[in-house]
């Protein structure tokens, strides 16, 4: 867990909803177990699976046998950056350290299919327009809709119902949005929480395939 305090807010948090929240930052397989226990539906591991910025399956591995091999417990943090070259398609490289230093790993079709065994979810931040509230990486949140074939929510630029419009037609239904700083009870202006759950009421269930 990040920063001073932090351990106490989440478990405070985790007692006030046990089996409601989700836990990442600092996750590890010596603690991953840890926060199950103290009430967390799932634990979100990022960059303890990139030591030295490089994909370590091994860590991955070691995590979910820390659960017991539940995959349903674990979601798989690939939030990313956008590269772009003169005369190639944009990629999506791996971002860790707040997103400043880039992995060695692709989101793309191939990472994924690698990745979906080992987890239940993707939570992946588009770092180059978070929190900018300016829109959303369209062309990501497309492909997500195309390459994964387990719940993943996209995390950048959302500021509006639109946004949460705008992803569902993109992704076909296959992909959530999460509103950050936009959200009224963050202080934000461009929506608010009663709005988004009216939204998500109104919305057909999804059924897996």
Sequence with gaps: MLGPGNEDAATDALQAWPGG????????????????????????????????????????????????????KLVVDLSCRQQRSADGPVKWIVAMDKWQRLTDMEVNAESIATLEPYCSEFLIHAADVEGLQKGIDQ?????????????????????????L???ERLADGRVDL????????????????EECVEWNQRQPAQTST
């Design 21 to 72: 929240l989700h836990v990442g930052g600092g996750i590890r397989d010596v603690n991953a177990a840890q926060w199950i226990g103290r009430g967390a539906e799932k634990v979100i591991v990022t960059s303890y699976l990139f030591p030295d910025a490089r994909f370590s399956m091994k860590r991955l591995q070691s995590v979910l046998a820390a659960l017991g091999g539940d995959t349903q």
């Design 178 to 193: 999460t509103m950050g700083s936009a959200l009224d009870i963050f202080g934000g202006s461009g929506v608010k929480l």
């Design 165 to 167: 419009e705008l992803v």
């Design 139 to 163: 062309e990501l949140v497309r492909k997500l809709g195309e390459w994964c074939s387990i719940p993943v929510t996209y995390a950048g630029g959302g500021s509006s119902i639109r946004d």
